[in-house]
């Protein structure tokens, strides 16, 4: 962006366009909780302001000083190891390379398996069930389930993870719900999404794709804003209720003759929350469109919950309500399998196959893929297979039972302490709070807390903080009631403190403009891809 623009443009232009930005900020300001939701029509407003000369460059300095500050972060985090920037002329020998990838490993995070401070991250930690894993992966790595006829041994693996995650999710009598393995959660939602698009545009004969609308509550996970751009599908987005659940009457207000899903969540990532599932599932039924269940986090733990209270009673959630028609479960996070896996189901084949891509006219040969990788690794599915045979259903439920034990006693702590306020109905995995007093920033109150080691998850609208329970980091939960007891009381007497994120993390969730937001958030990847 050249900097002389400023110069050339004539000041009425430069006045116009401040005001028109002065004012869309104000207005984003005083209709917030309304403008959340149609985000789209506003940020069309922003980008012509932003478009005029004047604003151009006042906006280009304000982010170069964010990306200056998040730079110099970032900088201080890159490796202080030699870099190979090109393929070396000759192969090293195995030696050099496990000493140099050691090298790497000793800066990474210490602690990841028990007593852990970081949110969410790592869930498997069993030194033994780690390395079940690990050997399966070796045994497997060179299979690929595309070749189905040289290896039947993945896609038999592959077919029976497939089935036990199912009969988790249904009941007895629901026999047609089938599905596939894929290489994690959001690979799951993307698929799930496209089949549920076209097929909802065959058996409704829609012949414009590109306008269809589908609804999902602010507090879905950023997987489906990646669908929608994948798939140019329109959102509507519908806010949450006090306590972070997806408002059915503003579902209802919402849904159209164009609405193609309504995507809900089991638990919500942000808080926790289960939403009310049995309600939207009517919904679906009465509008004949498809309903998605996003149980990447829940999937293994609700299901071995029935009948326990959980602040309240756990909600059906899964194929037991009829118009549910997809769901997302990752293995990878609470099936304690390692990285690159997760079970995307459908209530029947039909939808399946709109998952798939046949083509019939390929030089190459008849063509068809259930995913969208088309070579996958079968070491990815055999370590899959191996963790939750491993686990077994008794294994599965003690986990989950402690984990909401302590779910239940971090949720205690928060609400008595005073100046802190849960958000989510439910005791899930992820506890949530905000600060209730303006002396008590939420973010100070993350940095005094990472400086002591935690990592928790920042959100925002409202500006909050979670921790996500797993078996790794279970064992430091008491820790961190007494850490963020000490916290709350420090960060009334500060403002900030040294090297703290706080002003970063205001600024940029404070911004009414999303846009100049997205733009930053695309510079800080280039620089973290950049990584020198
Ligand atoms: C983790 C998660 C996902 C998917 O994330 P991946 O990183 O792709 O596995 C989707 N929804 C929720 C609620 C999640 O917690
Ligand atoms: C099982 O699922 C079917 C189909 O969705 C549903 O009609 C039935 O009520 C369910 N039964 C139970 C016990 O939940
Ligand atoms: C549920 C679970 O596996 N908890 C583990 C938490 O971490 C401690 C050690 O820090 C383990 O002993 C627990 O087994």
Redesign the pocket.
């Given at each position: 962006m050249p900097s002389n623009v400023t110069s050339q443009s004539t000041p009425i232009l430069l006045v116009c366009g401040l005001l028109i930005y002065i004012l869309a900020t104000g207005v984003c300001k005083i209709l917030d909780g309304l403008l959340r939701t149609q985000r789209q029509d506003v940020e069309k407003l922003f980008r012509l302001a932003r478009s005029l000369p004047g604003v151009r460059n006042l906006v280009a300095r304000s982010k170069e000083k964010i990306l200056s500050e998040v730079e110099s972060g970032l900088k201080s985090g890159v490796l202080p190891v030699h870099r190979t920037q090109d393929l070396p002329c000759e192969g090293q020998s195995i030696h050099e390379i496990l000493k140099q990838a050691d090298k790497l490993k000793g800066h990474d995070c210490k602690h990841l398996?028990?007593?852990?401070k970081m949110t969410g991250t790592v869930y498997a930690?069993?030194l033994t069930h780690r390395e079940l894993c690990n050997s399966m992966y070796c045994n497997f790595a060179h299979t690929n389930p595309l070749h189905g006829d040289a290896f039947p041994s993945v896609a038999r693996m592959e077919s029976e993870v497939v089935s036990m995650t199912s009969m988790l999710v249904s009941n007895d009598s629901n026999s047609e719900i089938c599905g596939a393995v894929t290489s994690g959660g959001t690979e799951s939602i993307l698929t799930a999404i496209r089949a549920s698009r076209d097929f909802m545009c065959y058996s409704k004969h829609i012949s414009r794709p590109e306008i269809f609308y589908r609804i999902v509550s602010v507090s879905a996970h950023a997987a489906v804003y990646k669908a929608a751009e994948y798939f140019k599908i329109n959102i509507v987005r519908v806010p949450t209720d006090e306590h972070g659940q997806m408002n059915v009457a503003a579902v209802k207000r919402a849904l159209s003759r164009r609405t193609i899903l309504i995507y809900a969540s089991a638990p919500t990532y942000p808080h926790g929350v289960i939403d009310p599932i049995e309600e939207l599932s009517d919904i679906a039924l009465g509008q004949r469109c498809c309903l998605h269940v996003d149980a990447c986090l829940g999937g293994f733990i609700l299901p071995f919950l029935s009948g326990r209270e959980i602040e309240s009673h756990v909600p059906k959630f899964d194929f037991s309500l009829a118009g549910v028609t997809s769901m997302s479960l990752d293995t990878h996070k609470y099936g304690y399998a390692q990285k690159g896996s997760s079970v995307v189901l459908y209530s029947t084949s039909v939808l399946r196959q709109f998952q798939y891509t046949s083509v019939a006219d390929w030089t190459g040969g008849l063509y068809i893929s259930p995913t969208p990788a088309g070579s996958r690794s079968g070491g990815l599915i055999a370590q899959t297979w191996a963790a939750m045979l491993h686990m077994g259903r008794e294994g599965y439920s003690?986990?989950a039972h402690?984990?909401i034990e302590s779910a239940i006693k971090l949720r205690k702590a928060v609400a008595d302490t005073d100046g802190l306020e849960l958000i989510g109905r439910h005791a899930t995995m992820v506890v949530a709070w905000r600060t209730t007093d303006r002396t008590n920033n939420v973010y100070v109150l993350n940095d005094i807390l990472s400086s002591k080691g935690w990592r928790l998850a920042v959100l925002q609208n409202p500006s909050a903080l979670h921790f996500c329970i797993t078996?790794?980091?279970?064992?430091?939960v008491d820790a961190l009631i007494d850490d963020l007891k000490q916290a709350v009381q420090t960060s009334r007497t500060l403002d900030k403190i040294p090297g703290g994120k706080a002003p970063i993390y205001g600024l940029a969730h404070g911004l009414p403009d999303r846009g100049v937001v997205k733009e930053l958030l695309r510079d800080i990847q280039d620089l973290m891809l950049q990584n020198v």
């Open positions: 398996f028990h007593t852990s930690t069993e003690r986990v402690e984990i078996p790794a980091n279970i064992s430091s």
